[in-house]
């Protein structure tokens, strides 16, 4: 079988309450860190088996939290545990790789159906996120204009 995605959002109920951040990776879940250790119990409420060889990423809201769960995960023998630091932090390395994806797909690379090296994350030009890519995309274009036209109108 192989190795899933799991994006988890260690902060408190409340705080996740103010909005995940999302990812096309896997749909974020909340698992505050001091319940860390309920994380296969918890997904399997949702009929998701997990493996100590998926591959697992972290957020908080400084990084603190999400770096106890880490090495809690770690000594409970999960082999693939990274963590993305804080809320903002998170965000961008999030929406960068979002975007390496996106990329990759537009070059033709995920014709074989491999899997990105960095994240284990399968691509697929028919995978029903043609949309959310296209709109991300969007948005970096839609940025991008934005800050040369920022950089132009201040003689940079």
């Known amino acids: 079988m ?10 408190s109920p409340l705080e ?10 896997a749909p974020t879940v909340n698992i505050e860190y001091t319940s860390i250790d309920s994380l296969a119990d918890i997904y399997a409420l949702q009929n998701i088996a997990v493996s100590k060889d998926d591959h697992i990423t972290l957020y908080c809201r400084s990084g603190r939290r999400s770096d106890i769960a880490k090495t809690r995960l770690e000594q409970l023998g999960y082999k693939r ?3 993305i630091g804080g809320f903002e932090d998170a965000r961008r390395t999030l929406d960068r790789e979002t975007v390496a994806r996106q990329l990759d797909g537009m070059t033709g690379d995920d014709d074989t159906g491999a899997q ?18 296209q709109k991300s995309l969007d948005a970096l274009l839609a940025g991008l204009k934005e800050c040369g036209e920022l950089e132009r109108a201040s003689g940079a």
């Open 81 to 83: 545990v990274r963590d």
């Open 16 to 25: 996740f309450s103010t909005g995940p951040l999302v990812s096309d990776i």
């Open 116 to 133: 990105d090296a960095g994240t284990g994350a399968a691509a697929s030009k028919n995978d029903g996120r043609e949309e959310v890519r």
């Open 2 to 11: 192989m190795p899933q995605e799991l994006l988890i959002d260690v902060r």
